[in-house]
């Protein structure tokens, strides 16, 4: 079936614009991961939905950066007043229930540039 | 909080030699952990997970509690392994949120 899938894949923006990358998890998958990969930092969590649940959101970096997951499926990552410092490629994952050894299926990721 | 180790960025070996690639981690429960691999093009994926005991692509992993180590190996490398290995934990009981560490880049030459 298909996986989880990105977009943009590429995004080049000017510094202090707002940018918005979008997620669309496996069919099923009830919970739903972002993560951004950086040259400094590596993979790093950033929010975690689950169901009908209040999003996890301990490991956004700022009050810059939000999500949302619409209709339990569909979700958005927004960061506002775009930083140089956010230049990374952010992934998302899906997995069936968010349970504690869950496989995670990852997306191919959007490459955000900040100029 | 949690973290994992990965002490080498850069792992190269020839063709048919044995392969160890390190994880350690610190976590005062106990963890479940994760290697994740990442080939030249493709998206992260699950390559294997401790609770499962499983071996893949020929690759297994111990979880070692008393050294916190959970390295990868794979007794004769082959050329298709070359790729980036992510190890990673989640803590017990919780929802599944991944520590990575910052991955090992393994280059297999002929």
């Known amino acids: 079936g298909a996986g989880v899938s990105q977009s943009p894949s590429n995004k080049v923006t000017e510094k202090g614009k707002d940018v918005e990358l979008r997620c669309d998890p496996i069919s099923g998958h009830t919970a739903l991961y972002w993560y951004r990969q950086s040259l400094g930092q590596g993979l790093e969590f950033l929010i975690y939905f689950q169901g009908n649940s209040a999003p996890d959101k301990s490991g956004l970096p700022s009050d810059r950066f939000s999500a949302e997951r619409t209709g339990g499926s569909v979700s958005t990552l927004t960061i506002q007043r775009t930083q140089q410092e956010d230049s990374a490629v952010y992934l998302c994952?899906?997995?069936?229930?968010?349970?504690?050894?869950?496989?995670?299926?990852f997306g191919p990721g959007t490459r955000l540039t900040v100029l | 909080a949690q973290r994992v180790t990965q002490p080498e960025k850069l792992l190269s070996v020839f063709k048919g030699a044995p392969v160890e690639l390190k994880c350690n981690y610190s976590y005062s429960g106990s963890p479940e952990l994760f290697w994740y691999v990442q080939y030249s093009r493709q998206r992260l994926q699950l390559l294997l997970r401790?609770?499962s005991r499983e071996s893949i692509k020929g690759f297994t992993a111990d979880l070692n509690k008393g050294e916190t180590s959970f390295h990868l190996k794979k007794p004769f490398a082959q050329e298709e392994d070359s790729a980036m290995y992510y190890c990673a934990l989640v803590p017990s009981g919780t929802a599944s949120k991944l520590t990575f560490g910052t991955g090992t880049r393994l280059q297999v030459t002929l």
């Open positions: 401790h609770i």
């Open positions: 994952a899906s997995s069936l229930d968010g349970g504690y050894a869950d496989t995670q299926y």
